[in-house]
């Protein structure tokens, strides 16, 4: 490959880079095919694509610093055959896809990643598995801001109930007493 073919390769990856909600690393080595197609079939569904990453073209798009300075680090850190799945759409999703599939895959081994100029290790990985997805924490937020409103208009609802309550036991007990 020749320079002018590895700055293609490390702008089109760089563009990747800075596309991406979240870009995972893992190794790849010991996958069959078949697994590897399974696990792009997958991220595809969540907008997220698979890569198989080049260390040294790597390198190449951290050294001038715009992915910021973690991922340098990252990247000079990154050894052996490395395979990456950009998130361009919810970084959740799909860390929950490749979490899921290196737990069922052996092979597939998580290492450091980037969400955004963030590194994340391998447990930060696994803690946004764990997170619900954007739709219940959005339905979450609005039920907790919803919740004040609704508490609100019951004790005001209280007031006249309790009101129309005391009248009707006044109205019994009158009724009562007159007959």
Avoid: C, W
């Amino acid at each position: 490959m020749n320079r002018t073919e590895k700055a293609e390769l490390a702008s089109a990856l760089k563009d990747q880079f800075s596309r991406a909600n979240v870009a995972i690393f893992a190794d790849y080595k010991g996958l069959t095919a078949g697994q590897a197609d399974d696990l792009r079939r997958a991220l595809r569904q969540e907008k997220a694509e698979v890569k198989v990453l080049k260390n040294n073209i790597a390198r190449l798009v951290a050294k001038d610093g715009s992915l910021g300075k973690e991922a340098i680090g990252l990247m000079d850190e990154v050894v052996g055959p490395t395979l990456v799945a950009f998130a361009y759409g919810e970084a959740a999703a799909t860390a929950k896809v490749i979490h899921k599939f290196s737990q069922d895959n052996e092979a597939l081994k998580l290492k450091d990643s980037l969400l955004g100029q963030k590194r994340l290790d391998v447990s930060g990985i696994e803690a946004l598995a764990k997170l619900p997805s954007r739709e219940v924490l959005v339905a979450k937020l609005l039920g907790s801001m919803n919740a004040p409103i609704s508490n609100f208009v019951g004790v005001l609802a209280a007031v006249p109930r309790s009101m129309v309550s005391v009248l009707s036991a006044i109205e019994k007990k009158k009724a009562s007493s007159q007959s």
